[in-house]
């Protein structure tokens, strides 16, 4: 691939990449991205035989946002802080004025023409940025991911934010999973039980079961084909975000943190999830089974003995 003189030159931002300092308050967080990197490569050729690469399609990498003056790709993961992700890129690339995230409505994080999606690019163009930015994906554990999908998208009443989901996924399920089910669950949709979304999510007949919000993290983000470099967790994220930024030389923005009144999905997930079938838990486990492997999850962790 040809590169001309002016493009061969370093921008900015090029330049100041690296001026960090390899020790300092950050230097826990620093070892910890290069080390999941390490795993993640190392996991996705243990898994070659599992992971579909298959052909270079640009619609792959439609989860992938572009920020080219900062040389950032950055696949979103809904329900893995994707929102405050693309508040802060908003600040960073000049698409809000301000310099607090979460004065950023929520919908307008997420409005459609708000970023760049790789997908939109030529082959030629993705296949450079690929090789030469800096890519940054966040994961969770996919059973955190999973509950955290349900209770604010299906089990909240009277939510503006839910009510599109159970109108398109709640009424459809309740009248597939759900015997003598009464007329107004029927018409609101509202009524979801986690097993039934469970049996919905896990259900190889039903196309809705990809929406993106509990679709697994390696069929949106390509992570054996995106060799991602900065790999952050959502147990450590402002931590990991601190150092990302600093890594593309952002310092004017702080990555919001979670407000102390919020109970975590995660001190919820026995009540949840004691409610399953060994062979509904089977059936999660066989879904997210590379999810699970490639960013070094285990079942145990969430619910205290393995499907061995």
């Given at each position: 691939?040809?590169?001309?003189?002016?493009?061969?030159?370093?921008?900015?931002?090029?330049?100041?990449?690296?001026?960090?300092?390899w020790t300092g308050p950050n230097a826990l967080a620093r070892s910890v991205l290069v080390e999941r990197q390490e795993?993640?490569?190392?996991?996705?050729?243990?898994?070659?035989?599992?992971?579909?690469?298959?052909?270079?399609?640009?619609?792959?990498?439609?989860?992938?946002?572009?920020?080219?003056?900062?040389?950032?790709?950055?696949?979103?993961?809904?329900?893995?802080?994707?929102?405050?992700?693309?508040?802060?890129?908003?600040?960073?690339?000049?698409?809000?004025?301000?310099?607090?995230?979460?004065?950023?409505?929520?919908?307008?994080?997420?409005?459609?023409?708000?970023?760049?999606?790789?997908?939109?690019?030529?082959?030629?163009?993705?296949?450079?940025?690929?090789?030469?930015?800096?890519?940054?994906?966040?994961?969770?554990?996919?059973?955190?991911?999973?509950?955290?999908?349900?209770?604010?998208?299906?089990?909240?009443?009277?939510?503006?934010?839910?009510?599109?989901?159970?109108?398109?996924?709640?009424?459809?399920?309740?009248?597939?999973?759900?015997?003598?089910?009464?007329?107004?669950?029927?018409?609101?949709?509202?009524?979801?039980?986690?097993?039934?979304?469970?049996?919905?999510?896990?259900?190889?007949?039903?196309?809705?079961?990809?929406?993106?919000?509990?679709?697994?993290?390696?069929?949106?983000?390509?992570?054996?084909?995106?060799?991602?470099?900065?790999?952050?967790?959502?147990?450590?994220?402002?931590?990991?975000?601190?150092?990302?930024?600093?890594?593309?030389?952002?310092?004017?923005?702080?990555?919001?943190?979670?407000?102390?009144?919020?109970?975590?999905?995660?001190?919820?997930?026995?009540?949840?999830?004691?409610?399953?079938?060994?062979?509904?838990?089977?059936?999660?486990?066989?879904?997210?089974?590379?999810?699970?492997?490639?960013?070094?999850?285990?079942?145990?962790?969430?619910?205290?003995?393995?499907?061995?």
């Amino acid at each position: 691939m040809n590169i001309s003189a002016d493009e061969g030159e370093k921008k900015p931002s090029e330049r100041n990449k690296y001026i960090y300092s390899w020790t300092g308050p950050n230097a826990l967080a620093r070892s910890v991205l290069v080390e999941r990197q390490e795993r993640l490569q190392y996991s996705c050729e243990l898994e070659s035989n599992e992971v579909n690469v298959g052909a270079f399609n640009p619609e792959s990498f439609r989860n992938i946002l572009v920020d080219d003056l900062h040389e950032l790709l950055y696949c979103y993961v809904p329900k893995v802080a994707c929102t405050n992700w693309k508040r802060v890129l908003m600040i960073v690339t000049g698409k809000w004025a301000g310099n607090d995230p979460l004065e950023i409505p929520a919908d307008q994080a997420h409005s459609p023409g708000t970023f760049q999606r790789l997908s939109n690019y030529t082959l030629p163009d993705i296949e450079k940025k690929l090789a030469t930015y800096d890519k940054l994906i966040v994961v969770r554990h996919p059973l955190e991911r999973l509950l955290s999908a349900y209770r604010n998208k299906l089990e909240p009443k009277h939510e503006k934010s839910a009510k599109y989901f159970q109108s398109r996924f709640g009424k459809k399920i309740i009248k597939k999973y759900r015997q003598n089910a009464t007329l107004e669950s029927l018409k609101n949709g509202d009524d979801v039980t986690f097993r039934e979304f469970v049996d919905f999510v896990t259900d190889d007949s039903e196309n809705g079961t990809r929406n993106e919000h509990w679709r697994p993290i390696n069929e949106l983000c390509q992570p054996c084909v995106v060799n991602y470099n900065l790999v952050s967790k959502y147990e450590s994220l402002v931590e990991d975000a601190t150092e990302i930024l600093e890594r593309i030389g952002v310092t004017s923005v702080s990555f919001p943190t979670k407000p102390p009144s919020s109970e975590p999905t995660s001190r919820k997930l026995d009540k949840y999830y004691s409610t399953l079938s060994y062979k509904q838990l089977r059936k999660l486990a066989d879904l997210y089974k590379l999810d699970l492997r490639l960013f070094d999850y285990s079942l145990e962790d969430v619910l205290g003995f393995s499907l061995a």
